[in-house]
């Protein structure tokens, strides 16, 4: 699969991150030379964030190319992304030459954050809107407005590569995403216009109180909880009165003057401006992917849309003969204050391996679900190398023996250069969860350990048998 970038800002780099993460090749038109410069910051950080968000390894990475004429990046394009500036006469002109240039097949999409898709269309050309949101990389949401069988055939590609496609029901200036920030945006300045408080203490306000409520659960479901026992009916029965209270000037916006443009940009760098831009967005990264996996981990928001992209992802394979049992690479969050992973996430990877040994022999969750399953009755952990934020980890293993109630494991810890980094030794017993009792696992699963154990005798596995029932 083939996307084309044309224009390479901000989103347009994060557009063309997320296709290429996700094993498409891509070809980037900008004439503005800094355009090179300005994507491999983004793919920097892309690389560095997007993989972290998974417990599963993305696809190889596409082929990335840069093409100094429009005809030749979107030569045999599946996807054509225009990302230029909001200036509705140039994406006429952009977007008419990318409907004479484009395969017949390829979608065409706008970022366009206002814009609507008759507006776009209007001098004949074919598009749609496809509006993400920054970082385009990382954030899954995006807006699709236009024709119903191209926003079909759009959604469809983009659950592919990760995303969120949100389809309106009908066209309207800004959407609906930008329609509430724009709402809280205009809250904002006035309460900074009115001196009724500063940038900064209106971002604590939202990711000290609402931000976070709002990261799972939206507005409307927020609310509900509000309305306690009685729900929805309640909250709004409730506190529906306050809103004919004169407490808000959304359909007044303050006037940009040049002191409230300098008393902002003032506060702005007060806030933040001991932090550089590649900082800034490096934090921001990192907290995104520690809050998308806390949601990930529940299914919630957009963590299940993570969680549902990471079940396409190819199953692991094989590595010298024993099945690759957990791949993926090491966020942020399981590192300590020297950048290194912590003990405790060594386990937490054999324990996901494990996992996913018990589901490659049978004992999956329909067989939990039934009630019977592993439980991990002893470990043992030898620390042999580093892991740092970053590295790819890959864990294989080993079955040293599987008779009966028990299942011995050996995992192996590898960093993406192929250092062993640490091994596990695992017992664990089948139960009843019924019970709560040790008992022998169904025929299928046993025979599907035997197999294993069969295939996996005689092979060397250092540093096993020193705990786990073998001292």
Known sequence: MKAAIVGGGVIGGGWAARFLLNGWDVAVFDPDPQARRRIGEVLDGARRALPALYDAALPPEGRLTYEDGMDRAVA???????????????????????TELAPEAAIIGSSTSGFRPSELTAEGARAIVAHPFNPVYLLPLVELVGGAEACARAADLLRGIGMYPLTLRKEIDAHIADRLLEAIWREALWLVTDGIATTDEIDEAIR???????????????YRIAGGEAGMAHFMEQFGP????????LTDVPAFTPELVATIAAQSDAQSGHLSIRALERLRDD??????????????GAGGTILGHEATLSPPEEVDGLPVTFRAQVPSSWTDYNGHMNETHYLEAAGRASDRFMALVGADADYIAGGLSYFTV???????DE????????VTT?????????LHLFHRLARGD??????????????DLETRRSCDPALQVTEAVARHARAHEGRPAEGAGRFTGQR
Request: hydrophobic share 45%; glycine share 10%.
């Open 76 to 98: 045999g394009a599946d996807w054509v992304q225009e990302s230029v500036p909001e200036r509705l006469d140039l994406k006429h002109r952009i977007l008419g030459q990318l």
């Open 287 to 300: 907290n995104l992917v520690a809050m998308l996996r806390a949601l990930k981990r529940t299914g919630s």
């Open 387 to 394: 892991v740092l934020a970053g590295d790819r980890l890959t």
């Open 418 to 431: 192929g250092t062993l980094a640490a091994t596990v030794e695992t017992l664990l017993l089948h139960v």
């Open 398 to 406: 080993q079955v040293l023996s599987g008779a009966g109630k028990k």
């Open 378 to 384: 002893e470990s043992h952990v030898r620390y042999l």
């Open 208 to 222: 000290q109180g609402f931000g976070l409520r709002w990261a799972q659960m939206g507005l409307f479901e927020t």
């Open 242 to 249: 306050a809103l004919a209270w004169p407490w808000t000037k």
